[in-house]
């Protein structure tokens, strides 16, 4: 699986959309890239993925550019409950249910 | 439809003795995964069960074990606990299907064990 790069942490004023950057220059074209959040005290939830098309869901949208070596997750209109770590995952779609998990972005929504 | 549940929250054990962790995924769920959750290591992901068999192991020690059963529940044992075992257990359920596409999966709120 392609390893992921992603800013340790970042603020975004509630209300304003939150864009998490993430970097997966070495993946592969089988490669889909996942979001999945983990807010304190529980377990990850799984939020939105892609190929290469942008993809957009209740949660959020998910911009990936034309080479597929970088993806930005938005989150348009933040609420302090999205105050997580949030984790870009590549990983092929098909086989194991495996993740692995990087050590994601710390996104603090500030009232 | 109930979330995944694990049992116990919260657990503390002494070095040397052994425990077992329990994880009911979501009805209609044959996949079952578990992940270990440490401040250093952060996520890691232990195994993998479907339909009763194991399909994928992370790397650790033969010390953690699991199984699953025939209504999916699954359970992962460590034996011969030491300190660095402490860490937040994950347990994680899919509709997974054998050789099928990946799916996402749903995480149960975690066991908390404290080796002391």
């Known amino acids: 699986d392609a390893k992921t790069t992603q800013p340790p942490s970042m603020d975004c004023a509630e209300g304003r959309a939150a864009n998490l950057p993430c970097n997966h220059s070495t993946i592969s074209g089988n490669e889909y890239v996942y979001w999945y959040r983990q807010i304190h005290s529980q377990g990850p939830q799984y939020i939105i993925h892609g190929l290469k098309n942008n993809e957009t869901n209740e949660m959020a949208s998910l911009i990936i550019t034309e080479d597929r070596k970088s993806s930005t997750l938005i989150l348009p209109h933040a609420t302090l409950r999205d105050t997580a770590v949030y984790y870009c995952i590549v990983r092929v779609g098909q086989g194991a249910q495996k993740l692995v998990f990087g050590q994601g972005t710390r996104l603090t929504i500030n009232p | 439809k109930a979330g995944v549940t694990q049992t116990p929250r919260y657990l503390i054990k002494t070095r040397g003795q052994q425990v077992t962790l329990s994880c009911s995924p979501i009805?209609?769920?044959?996949?079952v995964s578990w992940y270990q959750q440490t401040p250093g290591q952060g996520l890691q992901f232990l195994f993998e069960y479907f339909s009763e068999t194991q399909r994928n192991k992370g790397n650790f020690p033969g010390r953690f074990s699991g199984r699953q059963f025939s209504n999916s529940r699954s359970e992962m044992n460590v034996s011969t606990l030491e300190l660095g075992d402490s860490a937040l257990y994950l347990c994680a359920s899919s509709l997974a299907t054998s050789g099928g596409p990946y799916n996402e999966q749903f995480f149960g709120p975690g066991t908390r064990l404290t080796v002391l």
């Open positions: 009805s209609g769920h044959r996949s």
